[in-house]
């Protein structure tokens, strides 16, 4: 005896949907990208971006080829993108503010965002080449921004690799402060041409700092420490600031507690290296 089995009814095709709205709700999902409450990647409880969303490669070759826009030349540096607040527009941008601190290698911006609040009228801006770590950077300084109206309009952050495009950025004797806080040891001999601290990269760093300027260096790994403050001594336009200098400025405290590396350095009992110095005139018979 056969069985027959009544024809199956076609399925109901979906409705054209124009709209993301219509279509979130045809499959009852929410929106997670327009309500910051149901944003996976914010914080509810602080409002700031969650790193674990924008994790990368603790390091990256600064050597190797890299896609991304370079200002031709530092007039060529866009401030309205980096501070809206202050220039609004292209024509109020002056040379009479520009940019003064560089974090070089920013990280998650640790340091740039302490800096903000102690020096809130120096503009300032973080380096980093790593894209998620730059994403979120951003993210958190808008957030500070919604959070705190009124403050760290002074800082940014840019993706470039800054041992090829320091000159792009910045003009001559226009900074007074770079930092370089616990950059990639870049331990095989071979490698150290990486390393972000080396003689002919300081000769870069001298164009761009002004005499006075201090270029601020701290590692946990005591051979790159070793590295860096001999490449500094032995740079005829940098000098050590005494250890009374050091006592006295505020920032040197902030190198080895604002960052999320030197926090991890300090939770495990590590220890520090750093070298302080200043940029100084060029010797009389040079």
Not at 77 to 104: C, E, N
């Amino acid at each position: 005896m056969t069985l027959l089995r009544s024809p199956k009814t076609p399925p109901k095709p979906l409705p054209f949907v124009r709209k993301k709205k219509e279509a979130m709700a045809l499959l009852g999902l929410k929106d997670m990208g327009n309500n910051k409450d149901d944003n996976p990647k914010m914080c509810k409880t602080t409002g700031l971006p969650r790193k674990r969303f924008y994790r990368a490669r603790a390091h990256s070759n600064p050597l190797s080829d890299s896609h991304f826009p370079v200002p031709l030349s530092p007039s060529h540096v866009d401030y309205t993108l980096h501070y809206p607040q202050l220039f609004p527009s292209p024509d109020k941008v002056t040379s009479s503010k520009r940019i003064q601190f560089a974090d070089i290698g920013c990280g998650f911006g640790g340091l740039l965002v302490s800096l903000s609040t102690l020096f809130p009228e120096t503009l300032m801006i973080g380096m980093e080449i790593r894209d998620k770590v730059t994403e979120y950077v951003k993210e958190r300084i808008l957030a500070l921004r919604l959070a705190h109206p009124g403050q760290y309009q002074n800082v940014s952050v840019v993706r470039t690799n800054s041992m090829k495009y320091i000159p792009n950025y910045f003009s001559k004797g226009q900074l007074s402060k770079m930092f370089f806080l616990f950059p990639d040891p870049h331990f095989k001999e071979k490698n150290h041409r990486r390393r972000v601290i080396s003689p002919h990269l300081l000769d870069e760093y001298a164009y761009v700092l002004g005499v006075g300027g201090i270029i601020y260096t701290i590692t946990d790994v005591e051979e790159l420490g070793e590295w860096m403050q001999a490449c500094l001594k032995e740079h005829p336009l940098f000098e050590a600031l005494t250890e009374e200098e050091l006592e006295a400025d505020p920032v040197v405290k902030l190198l080895g507690s604002a960052t999320e590396e030197g926090q991890k350095v300090a939770r495990n009992g590590g220890q520090t290296f750093r070298a302080v110095f200043r940029r100084i005139d060029p010797p009389s018979d040079a």
